[in-house]
Nanobody, 121 residues
């Protein structure tokens, strides 16, 4: 099992910054991809940013140039630096980890409980 614990959410004014952290523990070997999703009331859950074990990153179009995902392998932690925050960024942000097993055509997904980010106008 993999446990994911998010932190760093809070209340911030538009234009401000926050850094989210996701600490992974448990049976974390073989985790290939980690990322951040978000879900706001009345909206579908969407991928915000992802990072592979090799360091390749991907971002939602709406956050490109404002958000940066990074990792610290020694600490088993991924981060999401969020700058120039907008009210529409308000959501619960959830950490996601995926273990892909190519030989078995199988993947395993793990989720944190989420951390709330509220951006005021």
């Amino acid at each position: 099992q993999v446990q994911l614990v998010e932190s760093g959410g809070g209340f911030v004014q538009a234009g401000g910054s926050l850094r989210l952290s996701c600490a992974a523990s448990g049976s974390i070997s073989g985790i290939n991809i980690m990322g951040w999703y978000r879900q706001a009331p009345g909206k579908e859950r969407e991928l915000v940013a992802g990072i592979t074990s090799s360091g390749r990153t991907n971002y939602a179009e709406s956050v490109k140039g404002r958000f940066t995902i990074s990792r610290d392998n020694a600490k088993n932690t991924v981060y999401l630096q969020m700058n120039s925050l907008k009210p529409e960024d308000t959501a619960v942000y959830l950490c996601n980890a995926v273990r892909v097993m190519i030989l078995f055509n199988h993947s395993q997904d793990y989720w944190g409980k989420g951390t709330l980010v509220t951006v005021s106008s």
